[in-house]
């Protein structure tokens, strides 16, 4: 519950994965390259030690696309005994408990997975290779070890209709993160979806200023602009609600500093009950 201001670190950059949507292969390329682990330490910390700066996002493609990469950095930082707090995107495929232990140690306190959508056929377009189970698997993972857990999400794939949408409400009410990254699908310039978008007429503005993923740029073949905004307001409603009943059977009254807590992120799930169009 301790906040930080954070500067972000390079680990690694460019990627493999076919991901359709995504741009990132288009600004890095597809070849993997690795910053050494003692490189990119030493710039935490001199910022740790000249700049007072103790939160850091080590920014890459996956902090894992190398997992020897990555041990050896959680294993640089703790040599140095960094008092630091730090986090890190991970595909849930690339997940090991060790590695999270050791992320832990090195004062990693949180993750953010790409689970981009709850349906098993969606996903096979979405996550080549990654299964609802995998994704599972990582959560149950991270939770175990005591990360909070971000979900980044994508509503408006190209095949996306009401069933798909359900499903995705189901997975993310059973996944339960701790917060949700929500993005509409954007056709970016040179990704794969933005021929799909352009050969079935799914796109709607090529206006550059409204392509931040916040706002819906494509409709799905099934879905208009109006259907994806209500989709998500209706998905962040009830997972706040689902937390909130989990809140109030936690609630102790006579403990002061837990009561505390708990009105603030109730007044938090209040809010998106009633105000999911800002989340």
Not at 50 to 72: M, Q, V
Not at 92 to 103: A, C, F, G, I, P
Not at 161 to 170: A, I, Q
């Amino acid at each position: 519950n301790r906040q930080y201001m954070y500067v972000p670190i390079l680990v690694n950059k460019g990627c493999p994965y076919p991901c359709i949507y995504c741009p990132y292969p288009i600004g890095f390329g597809k070849k993997s390259i690795f910053r050494s682990p003692k490189e990119i330490v030493d710039e935490i910390e001199y910022l740790y030690n000249e700049h007072k700066i103790k939160g850091f996002l080590l920014r890459g493609a996956s902090f894992a696309l190398n997992l020897k990469h990555a041990e050896k950095i959680c294993d640089e930082i703790i040599r140095r005994k960094l008092e630091i707090a730090w986090f890190c995107e991970l595909r849930v495929n690339e997940v090991t408990k060790d590695l999270l232990k050791k992320m832990k140690k090195s004062g990693c306190k949180r993750i953010h997975y790409g689970v981009e959508t709850g349906d098993p056929e969606l996903l096979k377009i979405a996550k080549p290779g990654v299964t609802q189970e995998t994704i599972k698997r990582a959560f149950r993972l991270a939770r175990e070890i005591g990360m909070w857990v971000q979900a980044h999400m994508v509503l408006g794939w190209p095949d996306e209709d009401l069933k798909t949408l359900e499903n995705t409400y189901k997975l993310i009410l059973e996944l339960n993160p701790d917060s949700i990254n929500w993005n509409f699908m954007t056709p970016y310039p040179g990704t794969k979806i933005r021929e799909i978008a352009r050969k079935d007429s799914l796109i709607l503005t090529n206006d550059w200023s409204y392509y931040t993923s916040h706002t819906v740029v494509m409709r799905s073949k099934n879905l208009d602009a109006r259907q994806l905004y209500m989709a998500k307001r209706r998905i962040i409603r009830g997972l706040a609600k689902q937390k909130m009943r989990k809140l109030i059977s936690q609630l102790n009254l006579y403990d002061l500093k837990q009561l505390r807590s708990l009105l603030n992120k109730t007044k938090d799930l209040v809010s998106r009950i009633i105000f999911p169009q800002n989340y």
